[in-house]
């Protein structure tokens, strides 16, 4: 998924019916996390932050952390990740699809449009 499709969207209410039977796990920025915590219609399995700027820096080693994050989970049926993180959030997306299968949305500023 890119974020251009969520741009497309529309509403929170229509993005939260597409994850409704789906554990979702978020990559994004501590800001973004703490909106959907909050809000908390989305059904968070787990939740990993990166930094809101310059995660290219230490792409590979947070590459590394999100892998372990995401190896921890047992049940991963139903799991998409939902990536939001600038250009990085899109490499990382490419690389999690590619080399291990998962199935990753990158929603790019999505959270920022609805969720104040």
């Known amino acids: ?12 209410e229509r993005f939260l019916e597409m ?7 978020l990559i994004t920025n501590q800001d973004s996390i703490d ?3 909050n809000d908390g219609r989305l059904p968070l399995l787990g939740t ?15 590459k590394k952390w999100a ?8 049940d991963k049926k139903n799991m998409v990740i939902i990536l939001a ?8 997306a490419y690389d ?12 790019g500023q999505f959270f920022d449009l609805f969720l104040k």
């Open 85 to 92: 993180g600038g250009p990085m959030a899109k490499v990382l």
């Open 48 to 62: 990993f932050t990166i930094p809101k700027s310059h995660a290219f820096d230490s792409y590979d080693e947070l």
């Open 35 to 37: 909106k959907i915590k």
């Open 96 to 107: 999690l699809t590619t080399e291990y299968r998962y199935v990753c949305h990158d929603t």
């Open 19 to 25: 994850y409704r039977d789906k554990k979702v796990f």
């Open 67 to 74: 892998l372990t994050a995401l190896d921890a989970i047992d």
């Open 1 to 12: 998924g890119d974020a251009f499709f969520f741009r497309q969207i529309g509403s929170y």
